[in-house]
């Protein structure tokens, strides 16, 4: 069954400029040499000028993408503002030539708990951490339990957002929207924020007449391609069925268009993207690396870094963050390790936020909890 979903951006060369929403107060002005999106989270002109070499200026006509730039989503470095699908406002201009600073660190002491998932107490787990709009939002869940998204505002507690939720993985596209994998019905779902009451809304949930098993993590492109991984580990709190007999990663085109993703690692795990998009990375049992085609397609899958992971991140010098077992640890694009985050046991996911997205948000299983670690590089939201 063919499942299609609504993109509202064209299609854009990668390391483009999504254009989408309004200017705000701060940001650039519509019009031929416009400029960029502002700190506090303009948009460029409605037609979509692509970045400069220096990832500066624009253009409403839409020249060709520029060697320096780096992909910029809808909003402001805060996740708020409109501006299409994809990442909000993935890297500001400039960050992809930053260092990050060298040395292993502790996480320390964590800086919430959540509120007791009651029975299964043993199996409770936090994870898909996202940031929208000064808040972090992550999914609280119990193997082969419903489970349910808390909201933590810095400074305060982990609290009910969205209870049976029945959600893993979380993801925010330019628009603000909350995507969620979701194990209990095998779909990728969005659900509305400023409306948590309201139902999810599914964005696809079968390929070739079978339900999923459990969606794990997902990734969303600028322009509204979607990636996600299908392993089996909370499939037995799946209700649909027939369901799928493999475990296996998934990309969605624009047209919703279901694909399988050949050589993904076993039991796919986590699934990112590159600051540039131009790579996929999938966790698992061990860590590929894909080429990303314009049409959203992947190929050539090569082994990257050490070990396997369960969650990722990305920030925006394009430095992937791994989690594994007691550790996040960061790997430069060319593989090497480059660092060390010490958390403690069962570490399984990670993004950043905060005012200038340099803080990392860590999740932990068995006890669940919440930690956080300030870089000087930002990130992504998810």
């Given at each position: ?119 299964d107490g043993q199996h409770v787990n936090l994870e898909g951490p996202v940031w929208i709009d000064g808040a972090l939002y992550t999914s609280q869940l119990a193997f082969n339990g419903p489970g349910r998204i808390l909201k933590y505002t810095p400074g305060g507690s982990l609290e009910v957002f969205i209870a049976n939720s029945g959600t893993n993985g979380l993801a925010v596209d330019g628009d603000g929207t909350l995507y969620a994998a979701r194990q ?199």
């Amino acid at each position: 069954m063919t499942h299609r979903f609504t993109v509202s951006c064209a299609l854009l060369t990668l390391m483009s400029v999504v254009a989408c929403g309004s200017d705000s107060e701060n940001g650039g002005s519509s019009g031929t040499g416009g400029t960029a999106p502002g700190s506090t989270g303009g948009d460029t002109a409605a037609s979509g000028g692509d970045t400069a070499a220096s990832g500066g200026d624009t253009s409403t006509t839409g020249g060709a993408p520029g060697t320096g730039g780096v992909v910029q989503g809808g909003g402001g470095m805060d996740g708020t503002g409109g501006g299409g699908p994809g990442p909000v406002s993935i890297c500001p201009p400039g960050s992809e030539s930053l260092t990050l600073e060298p040395g292993d660190v502790s996480a320390g002491t964590p800086i919430a708990t959540p509120p007791d998932l009651g029975s299964d107490g043993q199996h409770v787990n936090l994870e898909g951490p996202v940031w929208i709009d000064g808040a972090l939002y992550t999914s609280q869940l119990a193997f082969n339990g419903p489970g349910r998204i808390l909201k933590y505002t810095p400074g305060g507690s982990l609290e009910v957002f969205i209870a049976n939720s029945g959600t893993n993985g979380l993801a925010v596209d330019g628009d603000g929207t909350l995507y969620a994998a979701r194990q209990t019905n095998g779909s990728v779902s969005t659900f509305d924020i400023g409306n948590p009451a309201a139902p999810p809304t599914v964005v696809v949930d079968q390929y070739e007449g079978a339900y999923f098993k459990s969606p794990n993590d997902l990734a969303i492109r600028s322009d509204g391609v979607l990636y996600f991984s299908d392993p089996d580990w909370q499939e037995a709190g799946n209700t649909q069925s027939p369901r799928q007999d493999v475990e296996r990663a998934y990309w969605v085109d624009l047209q919703g268009t279901v694909h399988p993703i050949d050589s993904a690692p076993g039991k796919p795990n986590g699934i990112i993207l590159s600051a540039d998009e131009s790579k996929l990375y999938i966790g698992g049992n061990t860590v590929m690396r894909f080429d990303v085609a314009a049409d959203g397609s992947v190929s050539n899958g090569q082994p990257f870094g050490t070990g396997g992971s369960d969650g990722f991140g990305m920030d925006c010098a394009g430095n992937l963050y791994t989690t594994s077992g007691e550790h996040v640890l960061v790997f430069s694009p060319e593989g090497t390790e480059i660092k060390r985050i010490q958390v403690g046991s069962g570490v399984t996911n990670v993004a950043f936020g905060g005012p200038e997205r340099k803080t990392l948000y860590i999740t932990q299983m068995q006890p669940p909890r919440l930690y956080s670690v300030e870089l000087n590089v930002p990130g992504f939201p998810y």
